[in-house]
Structure formats: structure tokens, C-alpha cells
């Protein structure tokens, strides 16, 4: 089956402008999660969500937000852009099944840069 | 989430076995040990999970301790394609969905 797909894979924006990003999780599964990697912080959760519901959220501005659709697609938007939220963008998605035997997929990530 | 210890980076020859070892020492009773990888500017890739047992698919073999403070991760035929970067996390199911990456270990694997 089709894995985790993210769109675009690349972005280039200016500072002050906001941009969205967009996660297709494999189909049947109901939780998505974002995560910011940067060299210096390495992999960070942002937030994750389960049937349009968010559960967690990370520790971030609120600058960065997300939803999800009832197909389970889910976009995470960051607004007045700055330098730092250079990154690439990674998105999981985790069987409808809550527990410890639940493995995270993830896609390729979208490769953000600000300038 | 428990805090994990990993060494920065490590070698192996291709063909050996790639122990990658972990130490949690402050996991509590109800974290699983989780295992991901992350190839160069891919996402990472889960590969094995465990609570107390060892456990082992046709990824790896996860050895965990009985006291159950440290784990090793182990590659039994090394091959070029799994040199990543190592991430030993533990966590409990619900957090699962909110996985804490360490900084994780570099492996090299030399042909």
C-alpha cells in the first residue's frame, strides 16, 4: 500500500509570509504527527492528531499550527515566517489502534527554507 | 518520556554484526524501548520494539537488560545501506504518538 506522502517536497518562502504543508498518512490509519528537524535541534514534535482531534501538542509558537480532515489528510500551517523555521518537515501516521505496539511511518519530509 | 543515552557515532564492517547500545536507566515500569532509523534525508524508519523480552524481526535483535536500564540494538549482517542514524527512544504507548528523539548514534558501516 501507499506510504506517508508529503507535498511539496520543497519550499522556498520569504521572511513574514506563511506557508502550508500537507501530509497524506497511509490510508486506514487515523493519527498524524508532525516533527521539525533542524541541525541544531535535531527532531522535535510539533503535534499530532487522531480523527480531526488534536491529542498532543509540542512546544512550539503559536506560530505553527495544524488540522486534519475527515479523510485523515492533515496540514500544518506556520505563519510570519522567520529565518529559524528553516527545517525539514516530517509527518507520521500510526494504525487506528492505541497502545505500545503502534509503529510511526513516516513520509519524506518537505524541506522548508526561508529567506 | 525516559531520558536515553546513545554514543555519538560508531563503526562496523560490512558483514559483522552492529551492536548499537542505549542506556535508559530511568525507565519506568510501563516504557517500551522503541528503535528508528533515520537514512540520509529520509524519514525516519521504524525498526523494532520491546517491553522486557528480547525481541527480534527480520530487521533486527533488541536485547534488553533485566533491570532493564540499558538495550542494544543488534544488526546481525551489516551492509552498507544501514549506515543512519540510530534512535533509541522510550516511551509509553500512549506517547508513542509523541515520539522524543534523542540525538541517536551514527553508524557507519565500511565496505
Known amino acids: 500500500k501507499a506510504g506517508v506522502t508529503q507535498t511539496p517536497r520543497y519550499l522556498i518562502k520569504t521572511r513574514g509570509q506563511q506557508v502550508t504543508l500537507s501530509c497524506s498518512p497511509i490510508s486506514g490509519h487515523r493519527s498524524v504527527s508532525w516533527y521539525q528537524q533542524t541541525p541544531g535541534q535535531g527532531l522535535q514534535f510539533l503535534f499530532e492528531y487522531f480523527s480531526e482531534t488534536q491529542r498532543n501538542k509540542g512546544n512550539f509558537p503559536g506560530r505553527f499550527s495544524g488540522r486534519q480532515f475527515s479523510n485523515s489528510r492533515s496540514e500544518m500551517n506556520v505563519s510570519t515566517l522567520e529565518l529559524g523555521d528553516s527545517a525539514l518537515y516530517l509527518c507520521?501516521?500510526?494504525?487506528?489502534?492505541?497502545?505500545?505496539?503502534?509503529?510511526?511511518?513516516f513520509g519524506q519530509g518537505t524541506r522548508l527554507t526561508v529567506v | 518520556d525516559a531520558k536515553t543515552t546513545q554514543p555519538t557515532s560508531m563503526d562496523c564492517a560490512e558483514g559483522r554484526a552492529a551492536n548499537l547500545p542505549c542506556n535508559h536507566s530511568?525507565?519506568?515500569?510501563?516504557?517500551?524501548v522503541y528503535w528508528y532509523r533515520q537514512i540520509h534525508s529520509q524519514g525516519p524508519q521504524y525498526i523494532i520494539h520491546g517491553l522486557k523480552n528480547n525481541e527480534t524481526n527480520e530487521m533486527a535483535s533488541l536485547i534488553i537488560t533485566e533491570d532493564r536500564k540499558s538495550s542494544t540494538l543488534i544488526l546481525p549482517h551489516a551492509t552498507l545501506r544501514d549506515t543512519a542514524v540510530y534512535y533509541c527512544i522510550a516511551g509509553s504507548g500512549g506517547s508513542n504518538y509523541k515520539l522524543t528523539f534523542g540525538k541517536g548514534t551514527l553508524l557507519t558501516v565500511n565496505p
Open positions: 507520521a501516521s500510526s494504525s487506528n489502534s492505541p497502545g505500545p505496539n503502534t509503529e510511526a511511518f
Open positions: 530511568t525507565i519506568s515500569g510501563n516504557e517500551y
